[in-house]
């Protein structure tokens, strides 16, 4: 495979931009619903760290400043039960994105190996294999690469974009077992952590791959992949990061190195800062909380199921009598048509309201019967589009 095959790859999004028009020419406006892009401000005590730092001319630093990566092993201990990280095994990143489609070319993955991701899944995964020039297997089951050889990379994602699951310690800790048989690395993706909705994460919180209940104490061949886009509106700031075994992290760190792949010095110091305060991320939960309960109210209003949904930034959405799983045609990869999937027909009819989602196919042919409704539009555009639902 490689770099060859993504030529003349389409960016799904772009797909919806007919879908788009119907949904603008809604007398009261388009409720954009499709992509999860914060709208809030981000909070003060971030941006006056980065008015703190602005003043930058020399280069900063690759693995991250001191007072970043204390703050990140701070942040691990006391929001996600991670006691033991060394500040030494965390790296700053330009975003989760980036981390997402360059690991296994970081980790100098090519033909003949095989990275694993989530059946529903976030496209990243599968792209960023493929540039690597390795092939992938979408599959929540771990027996179905559990004792093989050429699997070299592990995608969790929990709690999953697009549909809210969240991983239980129990079904982690089987994952980190059966990649450490077989020497693959696990890189979880734990972006929307901070944001659980529903029992027992809401109280207990999202377990983290790194939890000694999960990986036995030990760190080795794991990496947790971390944003601060949703829980501190950081999106436009590129704010993330990476911890884990601190011998994989001064792999990537040495190669980044060699790349120039550095985060600005004021981007540094407002992460620092945002992992500092707890205060604006209970409060932007708050906002989020409210804003699904409206919007779900809406949604279930009009005859239609959420599923799973739990946690995160999105309600994955079903047509009343719709399958909650995979369609018939699950496992035929390449068979199905995406574009007769029955999730069009439901986006057809959202945007007909004028509201704008995702689709299910998106995320794979598993997600065919679904639809994704992300909460990060204003408190007013969200209650129009509950309107309208109930409305229908």
């Known amino acids: 495979m ?30 954009d619903l499709s992509v999860g892009t914060p709208v809030d401000p981000t909070p003060e005590v971030v941006r006056d760290a980065l008015a703190g730092a602005s003043d930058a001319p020399g280069y900063p630093t690759t693995q991250g400043t001191p007072a970043l990566r204390e703050a990140v092993s701070a942040w691990f201990a006391r929001r996600r039960g ?19 489609g360059l690991l296994p070319s970081l980790l100098r993955l090519g033909a003949g190996d095989v990275v694993v991701h989530p059946e529903v899944a976030y496209p990243t995964y599968d792209v960023g294999a493929r540039l690597a020039g390795a092939s992938t297997l979408a599959t929540d089951d771990v027996e179905a690469w559990a004792g093989r050889a050429d699997v070299r990379l592990v995608w969790v994602n929990s709690p999953s974009n697009p549909t809210g699951a969240v991983a239980s310690r129990e079904h982690l800790a089987r994952v980190v077992a059966a990649a450490r048989e077989i020497g693959a690395v696990v890189a979880s993706d734990e972006c929307y952590a901070e944001l659980a909705w529903e029992e027992p994460y809401a109280s207990a919180g999202v377990p983290s791959i790194l939890d000694p209940q999960v990986c036995g104490g030990s760190h080795d061949g794991l990496l947790a992949v971390y944003s601060l886009s949703k829980q501190s ?10 911890a884990g075994d601190a011998d994989l992290v001064a792999d990537l760190l040495a190669t980044r190195k060699h790349l120039g792949m550095i985060v600005p010095a ?35 209003a009009a005859g239609l199921v959420v599923d799973r949904s739990e946690a995160g930034l999105y ?54 019967g679904h639809v994704r409704l ?12 509950a309107a309208r639902l109930a409305g229908a």
């Open 266 to 300: 004021p981007v540094q110091a407002a992460t620092a800062a945002a992992l500092g305060d707890d205060a604006h991320v209970a409060a932007q939960r708050a906002v989020y909380a409210r804003r699904r309960a409206v919007l779900r109210g809406g949604l279930e």
């Open 2 to 31: 490689g770099l060859g095959d993504l030529s003349g790859l389409a960016y799904p999004w772009d797909t919806l931009a007919p879908y788009a028009v119907t949904a603008r020419a809604h007398p009261r406006g388009i409720v």
């Open 82 to 100: 991670v006691p033991s990280l060394s500040p030494d095994a965390v790296l700053p990143t330009v975003g989760s994105k980036e981390l997402v």
């Open 315 to 368: 309600l994955w959405v079903r047509a009343e009598g719709g399958t909650s799983g995979a369609p018939d045609a699950r496992g035929v990869g390449d068979a199905v048509d995406p574009a007769a999937a029955p999730c069009w027909d439901l986006v057809a009819g959202l945007a007909g309201l004028g509201i704008l989602v995702g689709p299910g196919t998106f995320y794979g042919p598993a997600g065919a």
């Open 233 to 242: 509106n950081l999106a436009g700031y590129r704010s993330s990061f990476v």
């Open 374 to 385: 992300a909460l990060t539009a204003p408190d007013e555009r969200v209650g129009e589009a």
